[in-house]
Each structure stands twice: as C-alpha cells, then as structure tokens.
C-alpha cells in the first residue's frame, strides 16, 4: 500500500505562484461555516497545526449546533467575517465540511472575498467557498481540515504535503497511468472540487465554471452513477465545455454500482469525457479518503500533461 501511495502522487516541489502564503508563526483561525463539529475535532487539528509553528485562534460560534449546522446562518458567517477581517488572521482552516456554507454565499459579496485575500483550507462542502475564492481571483486550497490533521496527527504524506503548500511550496505531482486516460497538454486554472457542490452554483455569482481557461477537477461521494451523470450533461447543456481545457478525475466513493449497465463510475465518466477533445486524468489523488486527498491550489494557474506513461501537473509561476 506505501509502495503504491507514493506512486501514486510522486513529490518533488516548485516555486511558489504569488499568493497569500503563510511564514511559521503566522496565525490561523479555525471556524466550522458548514456541519456542526465537536470539541476533540477541532483540539486535534489546532495540535497539529501548532506543531507545525502556526498559532491559532478559534471562531466564537465554532462549536455551534443549530439544525444540524454548526450555528446559524448569521453565527456562521459572523466567524468568516471575523477570521478574514482580522489583520493578525493569516489563513482559515475549517473544521470540516458537511453541508451548509453555500448558505453564506447569499450574504458575502466577492468584493469582500477581494478585500481581505486570504488561504481558506477545506474540501467537500467546502467546495462552496473555494468557488467562491476563485471567483474572487483568490487562491484557496482544496485539502484537509482538522478531522483528518486529528486523526493523523499530521505526520502522513498528505498532511506533511498540505504544510508545505500552506508556507507556498507547490508540490508537482505525477500520477501513474490509466487505462481511461486521454493524453494531451492542458495550461489553465484549477478549479472545481465536489462535484455536487459546485454544480448547485450554476447560474449564481459563484459559479466557476463561468471562468475561461479551467483545467477543472472533480470528485464526490455517496452520489449514484445517475445524478452524476446529470451533473457532468448539465455543464455541457450550459455551453460551458469550451471554458474547459482539462479534466481531474479524482476519487468517487460510496455509489451503489453496477448502475444504467457500468460497471463503475469511471466507465460511465470515460463513456462521456472520451468525446470532449481534451485530457482528462483519471484516478487523481484527491477526494474524501484521506489518504487520497493530496491538496490541490484551487485558483491558480497548472499545466496539466497525460502522456502513456503517467500525468503531472504542475503550478507556473
């Protein structure tokens, strides 16, 4: 299993795009803009982070439950406000993800979001907010948050990966190959992330799939092959396939299948994508298994390669 991990997503690491990077002893605040979280969740992330030479502070309505939500609308979007206001706050790490930040976006104009460009760190729901950063023309990191920083305790391959990425140490990663894969070259914005999630912003102010130039990265979980396969014909309904350069195909998990005669999810992706005239990259470390999940810096500028013999990506200065 190691012996795979690492070549799955081989590290070597390039110089930092510009962006609001963090020096040790930078402080992080921790808010929860989506799920209610608990206690020992966010201690065992803020101990990881501390390890890693960033104080942190904690939003006031972090702990919050209302609904299922960690607080309400208001409380959650008084933490955001508050960490991305406060000079001395250098990055947001949320406490996880769930559901509930797109709530937030009804009430955050991307002037804001421009004003105070901040490092936000999430995935899944989170995905929410990363569009909206990209939006912004800010970047953001699609990566780990405090259950898993808990969990391993930071001393993984991903997390030690996500570290080096907060202080703007860029990995390139190279990936094996598959047998899906389409080869080509690809230069454009990383974007995307759940799939689910960023779907629901069609049409709105944050819909990223509006910007030009996307190498466009995707995963989700516990959606069937069905609604998935909605997803993927609604970017193509919308005109917006010729914004797209590149196509991640990251982890898909917890879907019933065999469904609609696939056998899986990337059978019925490759039976679609095959047509676009583009690359696509399949089986990209990223996604809601932790240990498949290395961080991606959404709203920056890649280089997406699939050749035969694996894909890489890499960030341009």
Wanted: glycine share 8%; charged share 15%.
């Amino acid at each position: 299993m190691k012996k795979r991990r690492l070549l799955w997503a081989l590290l070597c690491w390039a110089t930092a795009v510009q962006a609001q990077f963090l020096s040790v002893g930078d402080t992080i605040a921790v808010i929860s803009p989506s799920s209610a979280t608990d206690t020992a969740t966010i201690n065992g992330g803020i101990r990881t982070l501390q390890r890693w030479g960033f104080p942190c502070v904690v939003g006031k309505n972090a702990l919050c439950e209302y609904h299922g939500f960690a607080g309400t609308i208001e409380e959650r979007l008084d933490d955001l406000l508050w960490a991305l206001r406060t000079p001395s706050v250098k990055a947001i790490m949320c406490s996880r993800g769930g559901d509930g930040a797109a709530h937030l976006l009804c009430h955050l104009p991307l002037d804001t979001l421009r004003r105070y460009p901040k490092l936000i760190v999430g995935f899944s729901d989170i995905t929410a907010l990363l569009c909206a950063e990209a939006k912004a023309e800010n970047v953001s990191i699609h990566g780990s948050m405090c259950y898993a920083l808990n969990t391993y305790e930071g001393n993984d391959t991903v997390s030690q990966t996500l570290r080096r990425m907060l202080q703007g140490d860029l990995p390139v990663y190279q990936v094996v190959p598959h047998p899906f894969n389409i080869s080509g070259h690809a230069e454009g914005v990383v974007i995307g992330g759940n799939l689910s999630v960023f779907n629901d912003l069609a049409g709105s102010d944050f819909d990223p799939l509006i910007l030009p130039n996307i190498i466009l990265f995707m995963e989700d979980t516990g959606e069937g092959m069905s609604k998935v396969d909605r997803m993927l014909h609604n970017i193509e309904m919308r005109g917006l396939l010729p914004h797209i350069r590149a196509i991640i195909v990251g982890q898909f998990t917890k879907y019933k299948h065999p469904e609609n005669g696939f056998d899986d999810m990337y059978s019925m992706l490759h039976e679609y994508l095959q047509h676009y005239g583009i690359p696509v990259a399949y089986n990209f470390p990223v996604g809601h298994a932790h240990l498949a999940n290395f961080p991606l810096l959404t709203g920056a500028t890649a280089t997406l390669d699939v050749t035969p013999d694996g894909v890489t990506l890499l960030y341009r200065q």
